[in-house]
C-alpha cells in the first residue's frame, strides 16, 4: 500500500522560505518519478516541480529560480524548497509519485504566504 506523508507547511511571510518533505513508503521509491502540485483556491491543479528517477528535474515557470525539488532515495524522500515566497504561492501542495499508469497522492499540507 502506498503512502506519501507529507511536511513542511505552514504561515510563512512574503519574501521567507520554506522546505517540503513526504516521506514515501509502499514503493520502490528510487524507480518513481516524484513531484510537487499545488491547487490554489478555485483554481487546478497544477504541476510545480519534478524529478525523474534519474534525478532530471524541471520546474512550473512560476516557480523556476525560486524552488528546488531533491530527491533522497536512502530516505524515500523528495523536498521542495521554496526561498523568495510570494502570497500567490498560497495553495495546499500535494506529493505525487508517478511510474507509467502508476500514480499516488499525499495529503497536501497547505502553504500560507501572508504577512
Known amino acids: 500500500q502506498v503512502q506519501l506523508v507529507e511536511s513542511g507547511g505552514g504561515l510563512v511571510q512574503p519574501g521567507g522560505s520554506l522546505r517540503l518533505s513526504c516521506a514515501a513508503s509502499?514503493?520502490?521509491?528510487?524507480?518513481?518519478?516524484m513531484g510537487w502540485y499545488r491547487q490554489a483556491p478555485g483554481k487546478q491543479r497544477e504541476l510545480v516541480a519534478r524529478?525523474?528517477?534519474?534525478?532530471?528535474?524541471n520546474y512550473a515557470d512560476s516557480v523556476k529560480g525560486r524552488s528546488t525539488i531533491s530527491r533522497d532515495d536512502a530516505k524515500n524522500t523528495v523536498y521542495m524548497q521554496m526561498d523568495s515566497l510570494r502570497p500567490e504561492d498560497t495553495a495546499v501542495y500535494y506529493c505525487?509519485?508517478?511510474?507509467?499508469?502508476?500514480?499516488?497522492w499525499g495529503q497536501g499540507p497547505l502553504v500560507t504566504v501572508s504577512s
Open positions: 505525487n509519485a508517478a511510474l507509467g499508469a502508476l500514480s499516488a
Open positions: 524529478i525523474t528517477s534519474g534525478g532530471t528535474a
Open positions: 509502499g514503493i520502490i521509491f528510487s524507480i518513481y518519478h
